[in-house]
Structure formats: structure tokens, C-alpha cells
């Protein structure tokens, strides 16, 4: 069966200190892989997609980035972490008829 | 462009009665639409999905949502709630294309003894 990891659980960074969170999938060969950032009250926002390797689709312009060296890797990074970079970060794969699988999340806290 | 409202951003039952949980949304093209559940600290977990089959879906631990295309609906349903059903629900909707989820922001579930 597949599965999806996700690591670490939590995290607490200083402002503009690097960023790195790393994603895989077992069980399942050229996943869609994405990365969420969920804030309370605001639902999940979609942060990054990819279709393969190396092919990142960015739905928002923001302080973060993504890239997928490996098939069924998927790395959330940034250079300078801000404040407004908390919250709860999933990874997430896809099926074709679009049904979800989730990691377990990471909450990042920026001091 | 796809969107999803969840209507109550609480919403407070006792243990034992009805859960409805409210979800409209919007599609240019016939949807594949979802609930997930989410516990605190932890990923989402599926519900239960609707890909076109039959409009009263069935999914885990005895929840069921009822899609009605004639009023953009999707609502999840349990006929009764127990102390474990308390976490945050999230609709969610797809245009069918092996692509994104659109979200909702989310309905936390109070159960009460």
C-alpha cells in the first residue's frame, strides 16, 4: 500500500534562518506530489504542485520554493524564513481520479 | 475556477444528535467532491468522496453526504454524534482533471456530553 512521509513534526526556527522539509511516497511510482500550508480559519492553501521530476508548478508568489529530485521526493525550502511563514505545512499525493493522501504535517513556528 | 464555501465555521451537537455539516460549491464542469477530516496536530484523512456514481455517498464511521446538483451542494450528514467525531472537517472539490484540490476554509465539530 502507499504511504507518505513527512518530516519533522514540528519545528522552530528564528527569522531569516533556512527552511528545509522533506516529503516521500512509498508504494507508488511518478506521483502528483504537493505541498499545502494550512493557517486557522483559512483552510489549506495550495503552496506547490509537481508532476515529476524536476517540474514545479508555484500557485502562490511567495518566500518559499519547492523542488522534487527524485521521483517520489518533495523538498519545501526557503532562504530567509519570515514571521508570516508559521503554520502547519502538509505533503500531499495524488490518485488520477484526484483523491488525496496526506501526511502527517509539520508545524513550523518562526520566533 | 472552482470554489468551495463551507457554511459555520463552528458547529456545536450533543453526543447522540444529528450532525450536518454544510458545503456549496462551484464548478465549470461536473465535480469530483470530497470531505476529509482532520484531528488535531495530523493530516487529513478521507471521508468520503463523490466521482459521479451514486448521489448519496457512504463513507467512514457512519457518515454519508448527499450530492445535489440542482442546489451546488455536497453536505456531510451523521445521523448520530459521538465524543470521537469532535476535529475539523474540510469540503473540497476538483474539476476531474488529474490536478488540484480547491478547499474549503474548514468546520470544526463540538460534540458535547
Known amino acids: 500500500s502507499q504511504t507518505i512521509h513527512q518530516w519533522p513534526a514540528t519545528l522552530v526556527q528564528p527569522v531569516g534562518s533556512p527552511l528545509s522539509l522533506e516529503c516521500t511516497v512509498e508504494?507508488?511510482?511518478?506521483?502528483?506530489l504537493y505541498w499545502y500550508r494550512q493557517a486557522a480559519g483559512r483552510g489549506l492553501q495550495l503552496l506547490f504542485y509537481?508532476?515529476?521530476?524536476?517540474?514545479i508548478s508555484s500557485e502562490v508568489p511567495q518566500n518559499l520554493s519547492a523542488s522534487r529530485p527524485q521521483d517520489r521526493q518533495f523538498i519545501l525550502s526557503s532562504k530567509k524564513l519570515l514571521l508570516s511563514d508559521s503554520g502547519f505545512y502538509l505533503c500531499?499525493?495524488?490518485?488520477?481520479?484526484?483523491?488525496?493522501?496526506f501526511g502527517q504535517g509539520t508545524r513550523l513556528t518562526v520566533v | 475556477a472552482q470554489s468551495v464555501t463551507q457554511l459555520g465555521s463552528h458547529v456545536s451537537v450533543s453526543e447522540g444528535a444529528l450532525v450536518l455539516l454544510r458545503c456549496n460549491y462551484s464548478s465549470s464542469v461536473p465535480p469530483y467532491l470530497f470531505w476529509y477530516v482532520q484531528y488535531p496536530n495530523q493530516g487529513l484523512q478521507l471521508l468520503l468522496k463523490y466521482t459521479s456514481a451514486a448521489t448519496l455517498v457512504k463513507g467512514i464511521n457512519g457518515f454519508e453526504a448527499e450530492f445535489k446538483k440542482s442546489e451546488t451542494s455536497f453536505h456531510l450528514t451523521k445521523p448520530s454524534a459521538h465524543m470521537s467525531d469532535a476535529a475539523e472537517y474540510f469540503c473540497?472539490?476538483?474539476?476531474?482533471?488529474?490536478?488540484?484540490?480547491?478547499f474549503g476554509k474548514g468546520t470544526m465539530l463540538l460534540v458535547s456530553p
Open positions: 509537481s508532476v515529476g521530476i524536476g517540474q
Open positions: 473540497a472539490v476538483s474539476d476531474r482533471g488529474y490536478s488540484t484540490l480547491t
Open positions: 500531499a499525493w495524488m490518485t488520477a481520479n484526484t483523491e488525496a493522501f
Open positions: 508504494g507508488t511510482s511518478n506521483p502528483n
